[in-house]
């Protein structure tokens, strides 16, 4: 069955640094979302991408983040300037249509 | 915006037990799905349940969307079971989900 594939893992990185977070969606899909969880808190919401542009964010995406998706395959999140509290779970989900959201395994980001 | 509750927040079960996890929403919704998180952090997707029952092995579920809930039951559970169980819900087509708070859930030998 395909799936979705987040790299690295787990990404260990310095405050004030920039990180990118990439995700591979399965490759007919349409609609793209990140999601944060921060240890021990539900799963939150941040952005989703469709049709080479972002059709919802939250609150919580401020300037700090931003998304893209370079070539046909690859939806990457970047953080420009990483702050303690960014340190979560982040997990990248895509879907074809209406139907269920599939979710990669996550990246798991810790600010030092 | 839509609200999602879960409860119980954490549940205790012997091996073997059986449970009924239930998931509440303030509006109705165009797509519901059940999650297990994983020791690893991992959400494994459970069930696509905007409506109906299903089944999958030892797990169902049951969505009443005119009265706003759904349920997950585990039948016969295994230490495997343990982790934290998410209901999240869309309140239209191709919007976020909303996820709930989870239930923990503790299966021991």
């Known amino acids: 069955e395909p799936e979705v594939t987040q790299t690295p893992s787990h990404q260990v990185t310095q405050m004030g640094q920039e990180v990118i977070l990439r995700c591979v969606p399965i490759s007919n899909h349409l609609y793209f979302y990140w999601y944060r969880q921060i240890l021990g808190q539900k799963v939150e919401f941040l952005v989703s991408?469709?049709?080479?542009?972002?059709?919802?964010k939250s609150e919580i995406f401020d300037d700090q983040f931003s998304v893209e998706r370079p070539d046909g395959s690859n939806f990457t999140l970047k953080i420009r300037s990483t702050k303690l509290e960014d340190s979560a779970m982040y997990f990248c989900?895509?879907?074809?249509?209406?139907?269920?959201?599939?979710f990669g395994d996550g990246t798991r980001l810790s600010i030092l | 915006g839509i609200q999602v509750e879960q409860s119980p927040p954490d549940l205790i079960l012997q091996e073997g037990a059986n449970s009924t996890l239930r998931c509440n929403f303030s509006d109705s919704v165009n797509n519901l799905q059940w999650f297990h998180q994983n020791p690893w952090g991992q959400l494994i997707n459970l069930f696509y349940i905007p409506s109906g029952t299903k089944q999958n092995g030892r797990l169902s579920a049951t969505t009443v969307a005119t009265e706003r809930y759904s349920l997950l039951y585990i039948s016969s559970s295994q230490t495997t079971d343990s982790g934290v169980y998410f209901c999240?819900?869309?309140?239209?087509?191709?919007?976020?989900?909303?996820f709930g708070k989870g239930t923990r859930l503790s299966v021991i030998a």
């Open positions: 989900a895509s879907r074809l249509g209406d139907q269920p959201q599939h």
């Open positions: 999240a819900v869309e309140w239209s087509g191709n919007t976020p989900l909303v």
């Open positions: 991408f469709y049709n080479n542009e972002i059709s919802e």
